[in-house]
């Protein structure tokens, strides 16, 4: 049984920064690209982050560039979303996802295999 579990996140001011981790099991993690995606209340989902199977290649969405950083700890099963200088734009549900390339992730989650649950995160003004 394949599960993505997200944890980290909270209610934080805007400036502040937070990272939200998600361990992953039931895979051959080091085969999977892994990303972040948000969905705010009201909005559609939005692809934040995604790194590839390597960790060698990794993209942004242009509202997150310069701001989050996405990694992963092959040795762990893990993926990390460190966010930095958070607005209250930021504010949403993150979700951890696992697909067979960034590409599938970076379009928008399409065709992604497997989602966590997600976990919130509020950013106050």
């Known amino acids: 049984q394949v599960q993505l579990v997200e944890s980290g996140g909270g209610l934080v001011q805007a400036g502040d920064s937070l990272t939200l981790s998600c361990v992953v099991s039931g895979l051959t993690f080091s085969t999977y690209a892994m990303g972040w995606f948000r969905q705010a209340p009201g909005k559609e989902r939005e692809f934040v982050a995604a790194?590839?199977?390597?960790?060698?290649?990794?993209n942004y969405g242009d509202s997150v560039k310069g701001r989050f950083t996405i990694s992963r700890d092959i040795a762990k099963n893990m993926v990390y979303l460190q966010m930095n200088v958070l607005k209250p734009e930021d504010t949403a549900v993150y979700y951890c996802a696992a697909a067979r390339g960034t590409a599938t992730l970076a379009r928008g989650g399409v065709g992604v295999d497997y989602w966590g649950k997600g976990t919130l995160v509020t950013v106050s003004s």
């Open positions: 790194i590839s199977s390597s960790g060698g290649v990794r």
